[in-house]
């Protein structure tokens, strides 16, 4: 059974392989059968395995699959070895089966692209690698892991080359990550150092047997990983690069940049819970980073003009929620937030490719318009999606992951009022820009006519993704509402439970608060961006907008900073300074030459002066001596 | 008789030899350029001479008659390249003959 | 027979089948070598695999000792692996008496294989100078329109250092002459040599010379960017991936197990050198506009993951290090030889005439990606199981130098995605019409590609083989290292750390 | 004179009769070839008579010469040398027309002097042989006498060289004044109950200036170039190798005999001087366009090196001093002997303009000069390579950092110009060359190349023989 585990990803790299070298003699269809295959078949095989999982309880909770020693030396030992338990479980059904959809949905998508066999080739490669980071045992191999999808949403961004903005966003992308990656590898080598593994069971075994909580390690290992995470997952400071990632197709924004990837931080940090309970200073500032980005990005999403980009900032600001929630401990509910929120997200990335694509190209929400007749099946499902992000009350999945994480981070022990309030702030603007979206695209006049009907390859994975939007929610009710657990009960022995404090406010009351914020926020969306009304078009031309459509102007921040003096530093000294040392030297010699060669001037009696001279200049000096 | 002592003798021929040293570095006539060499063997010869003399040996002597042999053999060959110089280069000048030389960079 | 594998490659003159006589040549020195490698393949933890020794010139005490172990035979099948791709790739390229071409690289083959065979320190400085003529020739005759100030300044650079060490060799020969009475440079006797600590040290320096400069290390490193760029491709790459190779495997062969106690004082310096090799060389790398130079430049920095590696003196680090070497070798190869190819195609290795490529050449655009990456160290691929492991080991012995050098891994990453994107992404610049890669070329590449990848999955061929002789090198640094001197820095941190936070607690 | 005295002085008899036989047959008849035959003949016969006397060992022929192993040993590296140079010179002369056969018995005349200056050890065979030597010399650098250079050569070489012997012999003069002797030993022996008086150190200072110039070291090399220049190839390689070796050798047995390196005034001139002098040698090859004069300067730089083995004072330093002068010889040989080869009847092959695109053409060649030039530049596989090991470790042994130091930078200088000369030939030019070169003329070159690879490669067999040899009784 459990050499099954090994197949989920390898059978994506199988097709990867197949499809990278063989692609120009595959025809477009094959290409398609294969990409789209591999990954159905791993999303069946994580169903079924999952099923035997859940029906198993395995012994320790996990299934561990191992296939030979990848590095063993000085001491330090790492297993090509797979690990699935609960948590892994969820992950791979996400990515497995969201990207599946959004392989289905590549198909028409890109069908008419001259790079259709290179797309399905890096998409394969890119589940394959989350999939090994997420079933991963060790670190190491997590790094692995954690670096091709690194790599993959590099080529993916990048994918339409030809466009030099593109590659720059790519590498843009590629290099702030890899900033956090760098932190993460860091403390990957202070783990490495501290328990001379790098197996995350044994790892997590041993740290709370070694270190105290608060130990200053602890704190600075778990820092060092948050900076992975923090890269990864695109939150405060290294956000800036999401936004500029929608350089790639959609199916990619919504696959990688939206569901899966993105969330690999929120992955790690519960991954390695134990270690950041550990150092709870690190996890307040989870709490207040999470905090922070999903405000700012919130505000920057309020004034986007482009619909991806409002998508992508949104990203950030929900991603935001789920580090908070994990910063207040509530570990489960973060993972449910992150599984909602990749139903949703793809659902909204997808539909918004849609849209995008039919209208021949053209990202500006303000020059779209009424295609709600025109495109019905879109609007629905995008209207769903958009109600579920904005969490509307008791029919949405956004509702009930969102209002846990608000609820806990408040009433959890490691909560606190201010946490809640931004937290809600949050869940009012995101209201407004969802809705504010809506109804820039969907209703008023008609301002671009569509090519045509989305297909049924188009359409199907929406559907689906719609219907989860709604449904997902109900497999995590709250007390109040029904005492449905099934996915935390699924995590329970993984996950630590969270601690409430003491005085506990009723949690009805946060629901009603926060369904109010909602809809709030839908009727200020339908009176500022459907009416039309006079604040929201003179704070569209305000500076604050254009501060907050700079995204909070990080990238300037940046520019300044680290750009240009990295610029400037490659602009000076481009010849290497070190180099003229050495062709001073060669230049000092010339000049000994030349002036020797001024005395070889052939005249002999010249010649006898200097033999003379030499000899008296000879006899003092040894004399004297 | 007066004995002189060794050193002053030697000194009398250091200063024949600076005299012929002197005579080389001032003169540009080849011919009294190589009259001046003359002048400073015979004067290291003359110093075999006192210090034969002074050991009482025979030495010196016979260094002496080689030394004459020798600058003789010399002069001659010398006076026959300067006949060879001044037929190419109708000169006697020491300092007309120097197509020898390091060429200067610029020259290149 | 390893001497008569040597023997027989330099006896392999220049003749007009030369291609096909060379390729031959490396070819079955490969197969011997491969042989060999998986004969031994069980039994790695004798001294030696193949030992030669017979006398040279008794009268110094100079033996022809030629002995192989797990770290020269990986070594080995690096050289002819590269040796073979070097020919092949400069099948079309060169043009111009290929005889001569062909001799000349044999010859320098010839020379690494001696330098990494060599057990006798004479016969050692004696190879290490023997690749340097054919190679001034490699550079100077086949080479771009700077060749000649190339040939010379890298033939002048690296001559200068090697008299150095030569000048160190003799001391060392002497102080043993002196202290024991038998005047050998046999390299297992020379190991015990008893020496003050002044003495130590200076002879050490003599050594570094050559090696650092080999390396090259920053701030000796200004040959190596016109020796690349001007190099014909097949010496760029036998440059990158082998010449500066011996200048690694001085370090690990000659400098530590020699000089332990002066290695050990010197390590915080040569690390720094390390970590100023890797920023240094990744800022250059990033400020150039010339293809080949830039590529040159990165090896200064992967480089200094070497020099940082050989200081932390631990397992790990010596593993990262001898794994660097050989990736290194052939992930630079490759780039170099991606540049070759580029410039038989458009003339020019100027980055700023380049793009748009990939629409024309998506192979070469492919591997080309997959060295890129790895030579920003991807997981997966070799670079990235060296630069860990050495990082790792380097994390052990010092916190400070391991975290600087991990800040050059981003550096790493901006320098090398402007390859990708100044090359393959954008706009085309140019009209060229370009073909992709030839079956020949494939090959050439193809093979690079699957061992990258292999050694990026299944590191432990290289591990497993280069284990005992490591683990020799860092036994005989324990044996005459005073461990109590110097407490292990991760240690110091921690407690620091604790001082510190408990003063802020108070 | 005992018959053994006979015995011993063979070889020098042998080399003396030569020309007088030589001359006797020139009044029969002129004919070049049989000259040429016949001097090819007594070289040989010189070299043989060598392994007559060499069982007789050390033998000393009072008061003037001294047969042990270092003086057999140089003789026989001379006479090798001038058997090759009789070779050059023939190919070199075919091209001349005019007189040719009074060529060799100058050339046997100055071989005999540089025999006597081996064999001395008494300062009257040690002016004689140097005389003899010079005046020779004079002649055969003057002999294309229809070339403006060489009749400037001749009359420079002429000038300074003697006023280099007038100081040679006042310091010479000097020295027999205050200690009543004329032989080596018995000088070294006055010395050590005297001391250095300033009389004593005005004459070994000025004798200085008599090898000195014969060795071209600086500040009295300034005759070197334009003489090398302007003297035909052939000659300037005698006078490279044989007029050079025997000074050294005269100048080694002197010193050891006086124990020289124990006066610290002594240690440290002949220091100066040969630091000075590799590093004029050197910067002034640097940018030398002029094969002739590159090779002179690289010389006055060899002798630095070679002043080393000077102040070592142990056998070991005759030892690499022996070896280094062997291989130096045969290397200069090689060098000379291209240029020979290449040269044509109006001037020598001189400008390393002459040398461009040889490879090309002439790979064979090419590859001569290419090694001669490695070896004299020190780069393993050659003789010099280890040559210059041997010096080195000489050096380090008695503790001379500072001048191997010295070596090892000037070294790194000097390969800049060499590096050039090899440029030169491979660098592809359109010029062609019609060369023919004779069988004799091939068979040196072979031989040379074999010398500088077997020395380079095999040093041992010569290393053996020299550490049996290098004594100085």
């Known amino acids: 059974m459990t050499n099954y585990i090994g197949l989920i990803p390898a059978i994506p790299l199988l097709s990867f392989l197949i499809i990278a070298l063989l692609g120009k003699f595959i025809p477009r269809k094959g290409v398609a059968i294969l990409g789209v295959g591999s990954v159905t078949l791993s999303s069946l095989i994580t169903i079924v395995t999952g099923v035997n999982f859940i029906s198993s309880h395995p012994d320790g909770g996990a299934w561990i699959s191992t296939f030979y020693t990848w590095i063993n030396a000085g001491g330090f030992s790492a297993d090509i070895s797979f690990r699935l338990d609960s948590l892994s479980l969820i992950f791979c059904f996400v990515i497995t089966f969201v990207g599946t959809l959004i392989h289905l949905y590549s198909i028409e998508f890109m069908k008419d692209d001259e790079g259709f066999a290179r797309f399905f080739a890096y998409m394969n490669l890119f589940v394959s690698s989350m999939l090994i980071l997420v079933l991963a045992d060790n670190l190491l191999l997590l790094y692995f892991g954690w670096e091709g999808v690194g790599l993959c949403s590099y080529l993916l961004i990048g994918f339409w080359y030809k466009d030099p903005a593109n590659g720059a966003a790519a590498r843009k992308a590629f290099i702030v990550t890899r900033i956090g990656d760098t932190s993460m590898i860091i403390g990957l080598f202070l783990l490495f150092v501290s328990f001379g593994t790098l197996n995350i069971e044994s790892v997590m075994q041993q740290a709370p047997v070694k270190w105290s909580p608060g130990a200053p390690l602890a704190v600075i290992s778990a820092i060092l990983l948050l900076g992975g995470a923090l890269g990864k997952s695109a939150q405060l400071p290294l956000q800036t690069w999401l936004p500029d990632a929608m350089a790639g197709p959609s199916p990619v924004s919504a696959l990688i940049h939206a569901a899966t990837m993105v969330t690999a931080g929120v992955y790690l940090i519960a991954r390695m819970n134990v270690l950041f309970t550990l150092a709870p200073a690190v996890q307040t500032a989870i709490a207040v980073i999470g905090a922070a980005t999903l405000l700012i990005a919130g505000f920057s999403a309020l004034t986007q003009h482009d619909l991806k980009r409002v998508l992508a900032y949104s990203t950030i600001s929900q991603i935001g929620y789920m580090f908070l929630a994990l910063g207040v401990g509530a570990w489960s509910a973060a993972i449910f937030h992150f599984m909602i929120h990749a139903f949703f997200k793809a659902l909204l990335f997808l539909g918004a490719g849609s849209i995008i694509l039919l209208l021949h190209e053209e990202h500006d929400m303000f020059k779209m318009g009424g295609l709600r007749k025109k495109l019905p099946v879109i609007f629905i499902t995008f209207l769903i999606g958009g109600a579920s992000l904005s969490a509307l009350p008791l029919i949405t999945a956004g509702f009930y992951s969102k209002d846990q994480i608000l609820w806990l981070s408040w009433s959890s022990g490691m909560g606190s009022k201010w946490l809640w309030l931004a937290g809600i702030t949050g869940a009012f603007i995101t209201s407004l820009y969802t809705f504010r979206m809506i109804f820039l695209t969907f209703f008023g006049e008609l301002k671009i006519q569509p090519k045509h009907k989305p297909g049924l390859l188009m359409t199907i994975p929406l559907i689906i993704l719609a219907s989860l939007s709604l449904v997902g929610g109900f497999i995590e009710l709250p007390d109040n509402l029904g005492p449905i657990r099934l996915f935390s009960k699924l995590l329970t022995p993984l996950l630590p439970a969270i601690t409430l404090s003491n005085e506990t406010t009723p949690e009805w009351m946060f629901q009603i608060i926060s369904a109010i914020i909602s809809v709030g926020g839908i009727y200020l969306a339908y009176i500022f961006f459907y009416k039309k009304s006079a604040f929201s078009v003179s704070f569209g031309k305000s500076r604050l907008s254009y501060f907050f459509y700079k995204g909070w102007e990080f990238d300037r921040l940046y520019d300044i900073l680290f750009v240009r003096p990295i610029v400037w530093l490659s602009e000076i000294n481009k010849k290497d300074f070190i180099d003229k040392i050495y062709t001073c030297i060669a230049t000092a010699t010339g000049f000994f030459n030349m002036l020797l060669t001024k005395t070889q001037n052939g005249k002999l009696r010249w010649y006898v002066t200097v033999l003379t001279a030499g000899i008296i200049v000879l006899l003092t000096i040894m004399l004297i001596l | 008789m007066v004995t002189i002592s060794m050193e002053i003798q030697i000194l009398f021929a250091g200063a024949l030899f600076l005299t012929g040293l002197l005579g080389l570095l001032v003169r540009r006539n080849i011919i009294f350029m190589l009259l001046s060499i003359e002048i400073m063997l015979n004067s290291a010869a003359l110093v075999f001479i006192i210090a034969g003399s002074h050991w009482m040996q025979a030495d010196g002597q016979v260094m002496f008659i080689f030394i004459l042999t020798v600058s003789a053999a010399e002069v001659s060959v010398g006076l026959a390249l300067i006949l060879q110089m001044y037929h190419h280069y109708r000169t006697l000048d020491a300092d007309a003959i120097n197509r020898l030389h390091d060429k200067k960079e610029n020259e290149k | 027979m390893a001497g008569g594998v040597i023997a027989w490659i330099t006896g392999k003159r220049s003749s007009l089948f030369s291609r096909y006589i060379s390729l031959a040549a490396l070819f079955i020195d490969f197969i011997i070598v491969v042989f060999i490698y998986f004969r031994n393949g069980i039994n790695l933890d004798k001294t030696w695999l193949i030992e030669y020794n017979t006398n040279w010139i008794p009268r110094f005490g100079i033996n022809l000792h030629l002995a192989m172990d797990g770290l020269s035979l990986l070594l080995l099948l690096l050289t002819f692996f590269i040796g073979i791709i070097a020919v092949l790739i400069s099948w079309k390229e060169i043009q111009t008496n290929t005889g001569f071409f062909h001799f000349n690289i044999l010859w320098i083959l010839s020379g690494i294989t001696g330098v990494f065979l060599s057990m006798d320190l004479f016969l050692f400085y004696f190879f290490w100078e023997v690749m340097l003529i054919p190679m001034y020739f490699l550079i100077g005759i086949w080479g771009h329109e700077n060749r000649i100030y190339a040939s010379y300044k890298f033939f002048i650079f690296t001559q200068a250092s090697g008299l150095l060490m030569f000048l160190a060799i003799l001391g060392l020969y002497l102080v043993h002459g002196n202290n024991t009475g038998t005047y050998t440079f046999d390299y297992q006797q020379l190991l015990v040599t008893p020496m003050g600590s002044a003495m130590e040290m200076l002879l050490m320096c003599g050594f570094l010379a050559a090696f650092l400069v080999k390396l090259p290390v920053v701030p000796f490193h200004s040959w190596l960017p016109d020796a690349h760029s001007e190099a014909p491709t097949a010496g760029s790459l036998i440059l990158a991936s082998l010449m500066l190779k011996t200048g690694a495997y001085g370090l690990l062969r000659f400098v530590v197990p020699i000089f332990p106690n002066a290695a050990a004082s010197f390590a915080p310096v040569g690390m720094a050198l390390g970590v100023i090799g890797i920023l240094y060389g990744a800022k250059l790398a990033f400020s150039q506009t010339d293809l080949k130079r830039l590529v040159a430049y990165t090896s200064v920095n992967h480089m200094g993951f070497i020099v940082l590696g050989v200081f932390a003196f631990n397992e790990l680090a010596y593993q990262g290090v001898v794994m660097q070497i050989i990736v290194h070798g052939i992930s630079t190869g490759a780039l170099f030889i991606i540049a070759g190819q580029l410039y038989e195609r458009m003339h020019t290795r100027d980055l700023n005439k380049m793009g748009g490529l990939w629409e024309h050449i998506p192979v070469m655009g492919g591997i080309g990606l997959i060295f890129v990456m790895a030579s920003l160290g991807l997981p997966g691929l070799g670079n990235f199981i060296a630069e860990f492991l050495t990082l790792s080991g380097v994390f052990k012995s010092s916190i400070l130098f391991a975290c600087l050098a991990s800040v050059g891994l981003v550096a790493g990453t901006i320098y090398s995605l402007r390859i990708m994107q100044k090359v393959f992404y954008g706009r085309q610049n140019s009209e060229h019409k370009m073909k992709d890669l030839s079956i020949r070329e494939s090959i050439a590449l193809g093979s690079m590609v699957i061992v990258i990848i292999y050694l990026g999955i299944f590191p432990q061929a290289v591990i497993r083989t280069a284990k005992p002789s490591i683990m020799k090198i860092l036994n005989i640094k324990e044996q005459s290292f005073d461990s109590k001197t110097r407490k292990v820095d991760y240690e110091l941190f921690n407690s620091v750390i604790e001082k510190e936070v408990s003063k802020a607690e108070k | ?473």
Not at chain 4, 105 to 120: D, H, K, N, P, Q
């Open chain 4, 1 to 473: 004179m005992t018959r053994l005295d006979f015995l011993c002085l063979t070889p020098l008899m042998i080399v003396a009769s030569a020309p007088i036989i030589i001359m006797l047959t020139i009044t029969l008849s002129r004919n070049y070839k049989v000259v040429y035959g016949f001097s090819l003949f007594m070289f040989l016969a010189a070299f043989l008579s060598l392994f007559i006397v060499l069982p007789n060992t050390p033998y000393r022929i009072a008061p003037l010469f001294i047969f042990d192993n270092f003086s057999i040993l140089l003789l026989g590296a001379i006479y090798c040398a001038s058997f090759i140079i009789t070779v050059l010179s023939y190919i070199y002369l075919n091209h001349q027309g005019g007189e040719r056969e009074e060529y060799f018995i100058i050339l046997f005349v100055a071989t005999l002097g540089a025999s006597v200056l081996v064999t001395a050890n008494h300062f009257i065979s040690f002016f004689l042989g140097l005389e003899t030597l010079s005046i020779s010399l004079y002649v055969l650098v003057a002999y294309l006498k229809n070339r403006n250079y060489c009749i400037e050569a001749g009359v420079k070489f002429l000038v300074i060289a003697s006023v280099a012997t007038a100081f040679l012999l006042f310091g010479m003069g000097l020295i027999y004044a205050s200690t009543g002797t004329m032989d080596f030993k018995e000088i070294g022996v006055s010395l050590t109950s005297s001391g250095l008086t300033p009389l004593l150190v005005a004459g070994f200072g000025m004798m200085l200036v008599g090898i000195g110039f014969k060795l071209a070291l600086v500040p009295f090399h300034m005759w070197t170039p334009d003489v090398y220049q302007g003297a035909p190839a052939p000659v300037t390689g005698f006078i490279a190798t044989i007029s050079k070796g025997a000074v050294l050798a005269i100048a080694i047995r002197f010193f050891f005999d006086v124990h020289g390196y124990q006066y610290t005034a002594l240690v440290i001139i002949i220091t100066i001087i040969s630091v000075l002098s590799m590093f004029t040698g050197n910067l002034l090859a640097l940018k030398q366009t002029n094969l002739k004069r590159l090779l002179a300067y690289s010389s006055i730089a060899h002798l630095g090196y070679l002043l080393i083995t000077l102040l070592t004072g142990t056998s070991y330093g005759i030892q690499a001093a022996v070896f280094y002068l062997v291989s130096y010889m045969i290397t200069t040989l090689g060098a000379f002997g291209v240029i020979s080869i290449l040269s044509i009847c109006e001037r020598d092959a001189e400008d390393l303009e002459d040398l461009k695109g040889l490879f090309w053409k002439n790979p064979w060649i090419a590859i001569v000069m290419s090694l001669t030039v490695l070896s004299l530049a020190g780069i393993p596989l050659t003789a010099g390579f280890i040559a210059k090991f041997y010096l080195v470790l000489a050096g380090l042994k008695s503790g001379l950092w500072v001048l191997a130091i010295s070596l090892i930078l000037n070294t790194v200088i000097s390969l800049y110009y060499y590096l050039r000369v090899i440029k030169t030939m491979f660098t592809v030019s359109e010029k062609d060359y019609k060369l023919n070169i004779s069988f004799t003329g091939n068979l040196v070159l072979v031989i040379i190349v074999i010398g500088i690879l077997f020395l380079g490669i095999l040093p041992s067999f010569l290393t053996e023989i020299i550490s049996g040899f290098s004594t100085i009784n």
